[in-house]
């Protein structure tokens, strides 16, 4: 298919951000797909890098805790760990972020 092979590793897709180099997931590639959606549509580049930024660290932090369960599988537990976690984090001035 096409899609697979734009999207496959080491190719770029001119105009969306980075997409090689988030984790070979189901959900990776939902983020993906969304990314060449929101290019197709003539998104911005800042705009494309913003989604890509925040989705993409969801999808890592995703990866990392729970390896690649099925889409469904996610809920509003993952997310609250998600927001938990960059609350719990230092903002460049030192202060926890809100």
């Given at each position: ?12 897709l001119?105009?969306v951000?980075?997409v ?9 590639q ?9 290019r ?11 989604y ?6 969801f ?13 469904l ?5 993952h ?20």
């Amino acid at each position: 298919m096409l899609l697979d092979k734009l999207l496959g590793q080491g190719y770029q897709l001119q105009g969306v951000p980075d997409v090689d180099n988030l984790p070979d997931t189901e959900l990776a590639q939902y983020l993906k797909n969304y990314l060449i959606a929101r290019r197709v549509e003539n998104i911005s580049y800042k705009t494309l890098v913003v989604y890509r930024d925040y989705i993409g660290y969801f999808v890592k932090f995703i990866h990392e805790t729970c390896g690649d369960p099925p889409l469904l599988r996610i809920d509003r537990s993952h997310i609250r760990l998600y927001i938990l976690q960059h609350q719990e984090r230092l903002s460049k001035y030192g202060k926890k972020l809100t």
